[in-house]
């Protein structure tokens, strides 16, 4: 991957990689996550970035229940980890 994309690139991924591997997320985690960052609403020239807000949100709300599920008692450190 490293000969894929430039180096900053691959040193960033490797980050998040080395980020997620540390924090000891579970596969439903990391996809919830990468919705939440997908539904970033300041991100460039969104026409309704209201609405994408109210999306992530959603899908914050969703992470936080699963994290609270997944980790019991420690999910409540573990969620500002991920978020």
């Not at 900053?8 to 540390?22: A, S």
């Not at 997908?38 to 991100?43: M, Q, S, T, V």
């Amino acid at each position: 991957m490293e000969k894929l994309v430039s180096k900053d690139l691959y040193d960033m991924h490797m980050q998040f990689i080395t980020g997620i591997q540390e924090l000891g997320a579970d596969e439903p985690t990391v996809m919830i996550l990468l919705l939440v960052v997908l539904f970033y609403p300041e991100r460039g020239t969104l026409e309704n970035q209201h609405y994408i807000n109210q999306v992530q949100e959603k899908y914050l709300l969703l992470l936080r229940k699963y994290v609270d599920w997944r980790y019991g008692p420690k999910g409540t450190k573990t969620f500002p980890k991920v978020c």
